[in-house]
């Protein structure tokens, strides 16, 4: 089970739990592929070299190109689920997409409020290659590496017939995450997400009951 920083569980971590993983294999000596229990899903996980690979679930909920307006403008954007919902807009540059400001001006949209929404920017650097910048709308702040956001952003780029499969995708916090699937015109499925992880510190905490 995976707690947010407010202390509540949550079942859409996948950093989290690709840390988990490899922590059960380096440290707890598990299998180098094993499954994980994720909530009400079983995840494939493959730790090797240093890097994780990690099922996610099929994307469902496609939606073609649609706009939105906001204070700042109009948005024209693509929309798919895979875990949380996820909205992804094609950009021409990176450069001036203040991503706290219209994040939070879209994902607090009255169009996405039931649900809650992942506001991803995207760049299509090449035809195997995506820069993204993605905004958490559950927690209304920045996430600097999201594999469901790069996963999103790479099926829809191939959706559009701008990549194909594998894809990396280069996140704000200097990490390539590679994402690799099957698609069939729009039925995308087997979907991976593989990065490096690497230990960076250790330490004891006491629970009192």
Known sequence: M???HHGNAVYDCDNG??????YAHTVLQHAATMTIEYGEDIRMVSVQNGRVRLALPNPIDF??????EVSNGIFYFYHLRIGMPHVVI????????????????ISRHEHFLEDGVCV????IDNASTV????YDGRNQTENVSSEAGAAAAAILSALINK???PVAVRTRAGETIHVSFTKDVYDVKDVYVEAAVSHSFE???????
């Open 120 to 123: 991803n920017f995207a760049h």
């Open 131 to 134: 820069s993204i910048l993605t």
């Open 203 to 209: 330490g004891l905490t006491r629970i009192e009951v």
């Open 17 to 22: 739990l690709r840390c988990a993983a490899y």
């Open 2 to 4: 995976q707690f947010d």
């Open 63 to 68: 939606r073609d190109l649609s706009p939105l």
């Open 163 to 165: 990549c194909s499969s």
């Open 90 to 105: 094609f950009e021409d540059s990176l450069r001036e997409v203040d991503i706290e400001l219209f994040g939070r001006q």
